[in-house]
């Protein structure tokens, strides 16, 4: 774990600040790739829409990346954006793009060995963290986004030209209903979990997991009427929470002590889960051994000697019945 400060890197012994409390910080790169290259809401143009040109470096671990992941196999954009797959490994030099894990690609483009050698590529006096996803422009050879929130928007609409995709998960006329939905979820689970995990004062621990099961009881009862979270179709804000869930059981529950409750406790949330994970091409962008590893192996102040637990065995492929909701 560590950063780059004006271009050296420097680690960091724990992950949350004197109140005891975990603050995610701040994306660096904000530009977008819109179909012509104009400006996108933040950033700066200049990133038109292409075949082959850009390329994600992910982590299969990580719930940000893989909100990423899931996108670029909806979109069909798999054969034109490129992949390079971290090691699940988080260590003292950051992500690295070591091979020795199945799965973990190393890096398809330049032969690095750490993903930060990536972000001093932009800029060799950088001043940032080192997070995936990453967005890699090619041709600029720059890094044209870090924040997987707007990579998802650019996936979901930029390339359509090129790939006949109008699939559309964030439709126009539902944006206002989407945003408190995700700003919830976002605040109180997809971070909340990270918040009871890695607080180092009790109360910090209890107002994240209070907040975070406060949601998971609102989001339970939302889908015993809801079959998806805005209703009958299904939205990024989906997505975007489904990252989470697969991960709850095996990581959250344990390594970060989200334990009030397993997710195959809540049978809306459960069946939900599993209808998602079963959408054509999801399941293939889920990798419980990376998860698994990555967690238990790359935060010392949580579980310094990186024992890695035995289960559990979770069976996402079991039949739902959430088609009862058609009509909701
Ligand atoms: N806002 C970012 C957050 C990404 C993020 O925090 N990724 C984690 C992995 S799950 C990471 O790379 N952490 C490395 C670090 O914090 O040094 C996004 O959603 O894309």
Request: proline share 5%; glycine share 8%; hydrophobic share 35%.
């Amino acid at each position: 774990m560590g950063r780059l400060v004006d271009g050296k890197w420097q680690t960091e012994a724990q992950f949350a600040g004197d109140d005891g409390s975990f603050n995610r910080q701040e994306t660096t790169f904000r530009n977008w790739v819109t179909p012509d290259g104009a400006p996108g809401p933040s950033g700066e143009g200049g990133f038109p829409a292409a075949s082959g040109r850009y390329h994600l470096y992910v982590s299969y671990a990580c719930p940000w990346a893989h909100r990423t992941l899931i996108f670029r196999r909806l979109k069909g954009l798999e054969d034109h954006i490129g992949v390079s797959v971290v090691h699940p490994d988080m260590l003292d030099e950051g992500w690295e793009l070591r091979t020795d894990f199945p799965g973990a690609t190393g890096d398809r483009l330049y032969g690095l060995e750490t993903l930060k050698e990536l972000y001093l590529k932009t800029d060799p006096d950088i001043s940032t963290k080192v997070t995936v996803p990453v967005l890699w422009d090619t041709e600029r050879e720059t890094i044209v986004s870090n924040e997987s929130a707007e990579i998802i928007r650019m996936m979901n609409s930029a390339w359509d030209g090129i790939t006949g995709n109008t699939d559309d998960y964030w439709p126009e006329a539902m944006r206002d209903e989407i945003a408190p939905v995700n700003d919830r979820i976002y605040d109180t689970v997809n971070n909340g979990v990270y918040k009871a995990g890695f607080a180092t004062k009790q109360s910090a621990y209890d107002t994240a997991v209070g907040a975070l099961f406060d949601s998971l009881d609102w989001l339970e009862d939302r889908l015993s009427t809801h079959r998806y979270l805005m209703g009958d179709r299904i939205t990024e804000a989906d997505w975007r929470l489904l990252t989470t869930l697969l991960r709850f059981d095996a990581v959250y529950h344990g390594h970060f002590k989200c334990n009030r409750n397993k997710l195959i406790e809540f049978p809306n949330l459960w069946g939900y889960t599993r209808e998602l994970y079963q959408h054509p091409g999801v399941a293939e962008t889920v990798h419980m051994d990376h998860i698994v590893r990555h967690y238990h192996y790359s935060h010392p102040s949580v579980n310094p000697n990186r024992i890695i637990p035995i289960g559990p065995e979770i069976d996402f492929d079991a039949p739902h019945d959430r088609a009862r909701l058609k009509a909701a």
